[in-house]
């Protein structure tokens, strides 16, 4: 089992950037594909990215193409979503998850976090 815990969440200008970090305990980080996805009031939790368990592979939903990246830190057991050029149509709450092999699906996933809330004024 693994635990993970969201945050850098936060308020920021449309044009502007955030980082969110997941951290991950419990069991071996390395043995995870990760995943983001995100949910906005009144709609489906949408899928935004996932990265491989070693790193070399990720792979992004055509929304966020271009604007986001993912990476990991395996000294660390964290996850990170990098984001620029945020649009206010990016508000949500994000979340991380994990799984020993992922996909682009929620039910791909059987861990997750708690979600940080990111909101992009315009």
């Known amino acids: 089992q693994v635990q993970l815990v969201e945050s850098g969440g936060g308020l920021v200008q449309a044009g502007g950037s955030l980082r969110l970090s997941c951290a991950a305990s419990?069991?071996?980080?390395?043995?995870?594909?990760m995943g983001w996805f995100r949910q906005a009031p009144g709609k489906e939790r949408e899928f935004v990215g996932t990265?491989?368990?070693?790193?070399?592979?990720?792979y992004y939903a055509d929304s966020v193409k271009g604007r986001f990246t993912i990476s990991r830190d395996s000294g660390k057991a964290t996850v990170y979503l990098q984001m620029s050029a945020l649009k206010p149509e990016d508000t949500a709450a994000y979340y991380c998850?994990?799984?020993?092999?992922?996909?682009?699906?929620?039910?791909?996933?059987?861990?997750w976090g708690q979600g940080t809330q990111v909101t992009v004024s315009s």
């Open positions: 998850a994990a799984d020993t092999i992922g996909g682009s699906e929620s039910r791909d996933f059987k861990y």
């Open positions: 990265i491989s368990r070693t790193g070399s592979s990720t």
């Open positions: 419990g069991r071996a980080f390395t043995g995870y594909d």
